[in-house]
């Protein structure tokens, strides 16, 4: 169905350009094939599919057709999606295959860091842009650091330093860790035990899950045992909606505070507010923040029918600043395109002065979020109160850290 | 404190109870299956996707019909059923004399589509269900804190194990089931009507995962994938119960499930890998499985 739907985007294309409509406009940008295609790939069926998904598509077409509005490009806009089904090799053979015979130039959401990585390599081998904004490594702007690829929403660093800090100084400060167990978990655990050490706090021990566990109240029950005084999750999805369902059977949650360390708003709707209510967290985006990201999440709600995840609002913010940025340049070419990325500084509903650093991390501000009470939520979808907003500078890796070979020291 | 194995015999005995839970459940999934190979010689893939979508019913049933948890676990089942009927008649009948492949396959693509179905309506995060106000709160075991829907959980399943176990193993109707199994032909002669039997035994197989659905509800998050995400450490139970043994199936499942929960204390990386590891070793010196005949 949706090989079939790609299918008739290519081949509506390739009627329009036999059609001659030919791109003779004065000034008109030097643009391969005569176009800008941006390729959404993402995960369409699969356990992440509520946080990026069909969701990530639709904020894509948005900032296409708003930026058709605003700028009135004499150049045509395409966009694709496929999914990667969270296999980094279906993930990159995708991409390779947009790139080499599609004419895709940008690729954008790529959601699930082993995927993200291997888009990354490919997108620098073919000299084009990766906006990613759905993984969450930080090894995508430290180790495997590319010129081509921006980290653009958030990362484990500044998922874990949040809650890491306030929780901890909150007089909450021994923690004990319930992990997903492969690459993603083990990195947001040890970026949170940094933090949680730093700022005077001891971390008691872990328990390693295995993915997508179908039952949790063994592993809570450890976690219980140990009288850590935090119990952080480190793990997403499913899997994060399950422990906290079964933290609150166990009655963990009147003991114990939970911290679910990659939690989004598409989770505590799924678990609803009695369940969630008085998590910290920390968040990219919300939707209800102030007027011009109501205005513009409700009208991502008219046409997807849930509130943005943090991952939707940057997919739609990086379409948008990237063909601001190939209007400015009158090219597609990567190169070109982001010297300018680089040098913008990003100001739209998702980002207030963002600017993407050396390492091609995209620095925003963040939010530590705290759940509210179900008495005081005043309609749908209202769901947090924002306790802090965690300046870009505090919430990302420091450059000094970094250890991307890019970075100049 | 006195301890077993480094642990505490508190938290051992804690670990033991939740592993008697989630036996439960694979003993309700697991002798579904047993029953529908048994009689059928149909290897049901659609199993989890059933289970998923007795959840599912008790689901739409609380949000758009206000029926409550108790009437769930009459109607969903039904509804399930219902549903099984539907499948066997107007698919799986035609393939009893075939390979079991051709069985597997459908029932397979069956799940596929019924996954998507529901993916596509309500998304992956999956809804929740709030635990049923009878059983707010927990017993205090003295050495775990056990809450009362676990407790339940455990005494419906083995409630509607044994009384399946009862009805096939000892009565006349499941004489005739029996019979039907082993010479449908013969067994027709006698005036019975066997087609109808073999659908109404798909129809109840499937209904008691749809009975383990609606139950595992108010514990788990209901999602889409829920059923696949246990379906196939199911299977694994009844291969290593024997297939189509149904005291087999309700043994293996509960014991299995208490392994798997110790291996969560002890080694909690290979808990979802411990299953699998039995399975192999069973088959090894049993191929017909722990309590299965050898044909």
């Given at each position: 169905?949706?090989?079939?739907?790609?299918?008739?985007?290519?081949?509506?294309?390739?009627?329009?350009?036999?059609?001659?409509?030919?791109?003779?406009?004065?000034?008109?940008?030097?643009?391969?094939?005569?176009m800008v295609?941006?390729?959404?790939?993402?995960?369409?069926?699969?356990?992440?599919?509520d946080?990026?998904?069909?969701?990530?598509?639709?904020?894509?077409?948005?900032a296409?057709?708003d930026?058709?509005?605003?700028?009135?490009p004499?150049?045509?806009i395409?966009?694709?999606?496929?999914?990667?089904?969270?296999?980094?090799?279906?993930?990159?053979?995708?991409?390779?295959?947009?790139?080499?015979?599609?004419?895709?130039?940008?690729?954008?959401?790529?959601?699930?860091?082993a995927?993200?990585?291997?888009?990354?390599?490919?997108?620098?081998e073919?000299?084009?842009?990766?906006l990613?904004?759905?993984?969450?490594?930080?090894?995508?702007t430290?180790?495997?650091?590319?010129?081509n690829?921006?980290?653009?929403?958030?990362d484990?660093?500044?998922?874990?330093?949040g809650?890491?800090?306030?929780?901890?100084?909150q007089?909450?400060?021994?923690w004990?860790?319930?992990?997903?167990?492969?690459?993603?978990?083990?990195s947001?655990?040890?970026d949170?035990?940094?933090?949680?050490?730093?700022?005077?706090?001891?971390v008691?021990g872990?328990v390693?899950?295995?993915?997508n566990?179908?039952?949790?109240?063994s592993f809570?029950?450890?976690?219980?045992?140990?009288?850590?005084?935090?119990?952080?999750?480190?793990?997403?999805g499913?899997?994060?909606?399950?422990?906290?369902?079964?933290a609150?059977?166990?009655?963990?949650?009147?003991?114990?505070?939970?911290?679910?360390?990659?939690?989004?708003?598409?989770?505590?709707?799924?678990?609803g507010?009695?369940?969630?209510?008085?998590?910290?967290?920390?968040?990219?985006?919300?939707?209800?923040?102030?007027?011009?990201?109501r205005?513009?999440?409700?009208?991502?709600?008219?046409?997807?029918?849930?509130?943005?995840?943090?991952?939707?609002?940057?997919?739609?913010?990086?379409v948008?600043?990237?063909?601001?940025?190939?209007?400015?340049?009158?090219?597609?070419?990567?190169?070109?395109v982001m010297?300018?990325?680089?040098?913008?500084?990003?100001?739209?509903?998702?980002?207030?002065?963002?600017?993407?650093?050396?390492?091609?991390?995209?620095?925003?501000?963040m939010?530590?979020?705290?759940?509210?009470?179900?008495?005081?939520?005043?309609?749908?979808?209202?769901?947090?109160?924002?306790?802090?907003?965690?300046?870009?500078?505090?919430?990302?890796?420091?450059?000094?850290?970094?250890?991307c070979?890019?970075?100049k020291? | 404190?006195?301890?077993?194995?480094?642990?505490?015999?508190?938290?051992?005995?804690?670990?033991?109870?939740?592993?008697?839970?989630?036996?439960?459940?694979?003993?309700?999934?697991?002798?579904?299956?047993?029953?529908?190979?048994?009689?059928?010689?149909?290897?049901?893939?659609?199993?989890g996707?059933?289970?998923?979508?007795g959840?599912m019913?008790?689901?739409?049933?609380?949000?758009y019909?206000?029926?409550?948890y108790?009437?769930?676990?009459?109607?969903?089942p039904l509804?399930?059923?219902?549903?099984?009927?539907?499948?066997?008649?107007?698919?799986?009948?035609?393939?009893?004399?075939?390979?079991?492949?051709?069985?597997?396959?459908?029932?397979?693509?069956?799940?596929?589509?019924?996954?998507?179905?529901?993916?596509?309506?309500?998304?992956?995060?999956?809804?929740?269900?709030?635990i049923?106000?009878?059983?707010a709160?927990?017993?205090?075991?003295?050495?775990?804190?056990?809450?009362?829907?676990?407790?339940?959980?455990?005494?419906?399943?083995?409630?509607v194990?044994?009384?399946?176990?009862?009805?096939?193993?000892k009565?006349?109707?499941?004489?005739?089931?029996?019979?039907?199994t082993?010479?449908?032909?013969?067994?027709?002669?006698?005036?019975i009507?066997?087609?109808?039997?073999?659908?109404?035994t798909?129809?109840?197989?499937?209904?008691?995962?749809?009975?383990?659905g609606?139950?595992?509800?108010?514990a788990?998050?209901i999602?889409?994938?829920?059923?696949?995400?246990?379906?196939?450490?199911?299977?694994?139970?009844v291969?290593?119960?024997?297939?189509?043994?149904?005291?087999?199936?309700?043994?293996?499942g509960?014991?299995?499930?208490?392994?798997?929960?110790?291996?969560?204390v002890?080694?909690?990386e290979?808990?979802?890998?411990?299953?699998?590891?039995?399975?192999?070793?069973?088959?090894l010196?049993?191929?017909?499985?722990?309590?299965?005949?050898?044909?």
């Amino acid at each position: 169905m949706k090989r079939k739907l790609i299918g008739a985007l290519v081949g509506a294309a390739v009627v329009s350009l036999a059609a001659g409509q030919a791109f003779a406009q004065k000034g008109a940008a030097k643009l391969s094939g005569d176009m800008v295609k941006i390729g959404v790939l993402t995960d369409m069926s699969g356990v992440y599919s509520d946080l990026g998904g069909q969701g990530s598509v639709t904020a894509a077409q948005m900032a296409i057709d708003d930026f058709k509005a605003q700028a009135k490009p004499s150049w045509k806009i395409e966009l694709v999606y496929a999914d990667h089904q969270n296999k980094a090799d279906v993930g990159s053979n995708k991409a390779r295959e947009w790139y080499d015979t599609q004419g895709v130039d940008m690729i954008t959401d790529a959601l699930n860091s082993a995927v993200a990585l291997a888009v990354s390599k490919v997108t620098l081998e073919k000299k084009r842009i990766l906006l990613d904004t759905g993984a969450a490594s930080t090894r995508l702007t430290n180790e495997d650091c590319s010129p081509n690829t921006v980290h653009y929403v958030y990362d484990t660093y500044a998922l874990a330093n949040g809650p890491g800090k306030a929780v901890t100084k909150q007089g909450k400060d021994s923690w004990y860790f319930l992990t997903a167990d492969y690459a993603f978990g083990h990195s947001l655990e040890k970026d949170t035990m940094d933090a949680v050490k730093a700022n005077g706090g001891k971390v008691i021990g872990a328990v390693r899950h295995p993915l997508n566990a179908s039952d949790f109240s063994s592993f809570l029950l450890q976690a219980q045992a140990s009288k850590a005084k935090v119990v952080g999750l480190a793990n997403a999805g499913g899997d994060t909606i399950n422990s906290i369902k079964a933290a609150n059977e166990f009655g963990l949650t009147k003991t114990q505070t939970i911290v679910g360390l990659l939690t989004t708003i598409i989770d505590i709707h799924a678990l609803g507010l009695p369940t969630t209510q008085g998590m910290m967290f920390t968040e990219g985006f919300y939707w209800n923040l102030n007027n011009e990201t109501r205005e513009w999440s409700r009208k991502f709600f008219g046409k997807h029918k849930k509130m943005p995840s943090m991952l939707h609002a940057g997919t739609y913010s990086a379409v948008m600043t990237y063909l601001k940025a190939v209007q400015a340049t009158g090219t597609d070419e990567a190169d070109a395109v982001m010297k300018h990325l680089k040098a913008t500084t990003i100001n739209d509903m998702f980002a207030k002065g963002g600017k993407i650093r050396e390492d091609g991390r995209m620095v925003h501000d963040m939010y530590l979020v705290e759940v509210k009470k179900p008495a005081e939520s005043k309609e749908p979808w209202d769901y947090y109160n924002i306790k802090a907003v965690i300046p870009g500078s505090e919430a990302f890796q420091p450059m000094s850290l970094s250890r991307c070979p890019l970075v100049k020291k | 404190m006195t301890e077993i194995f480094g642990i505490p015999i508190q938290a051992f005995m804690g670990q033991l109870m939740l592993g008697l839970v989630n036996g439960s459940f694979y003993a309700m999934l697991s002798l579904g299956l047993a029953v529908i190979f048994g009689m059928l010689n149909i290897i049901n893939f659609a199993h989890g996707a059933l289970y998923m979508a007795g959840a599912m019913l008790a689901w739409m049933g609380l949000n758009y019909f206000g029926i409550g948890y108790w009437w769930s676990l009459l109607l969903a089942p039904l509804g399930v059923g219902v549903i099984g009927i539907f499948i066997e008649r107007s698919m799986l009948q035609w393939l009893y004399k075939l390979d079991h492949l051709y069985g597997l396959l459908l029932t397979f693509g069956l799940a596929l589509i019924l996954e998507g179905l529901f993916r596509d309506l309500y998304g992956v995060s999956g809804l929740p269900y709030s635990i049923p106000e009878e059983f707010a709160g927990a017993y205090n075991l003295g050495f775990m804190f056990l809450p009362k829907y676990r407790a339940w959980v455990i005494l419906a399943s083995l409630l509607v194990c044994f009384a399946t176990w009862f009805v096939i193993e000892k009565t006349r109707l499941g004489a005739y089931l029996r019979a039907a199994t082993e010479n449908p032909k013969l067994t027709q002669a006698f005036g019975i009507n066997v087609p109808l039997m073999v659908m109404l035994t798909y129809g109840f197989g499937v209904a008691l995962a749809g009975f383990a659905g609606v139950l595992a509800a108010p514990a788990m998050q209901i999602s889409p994938l829920m059923g696949s995400n246990l379906i196939i450490v199911v299977f694994a139970v009844v291969v290593i119960g024997g297939m189509g043994s149904i005291l087999g199936s309700i043994v293996t499942g509960l014991g299995l499930g208490v392994i798997e929960g110790l291996t969560k204390v002890f080694y909690p990386e290979a808990s979802s890998t411990v299953v699998f590891i039995i399975m192999a070793i069973v088959l090894l010196v049993r191929p017909a499985g722990l309590f299965g005949r050898e044909k």
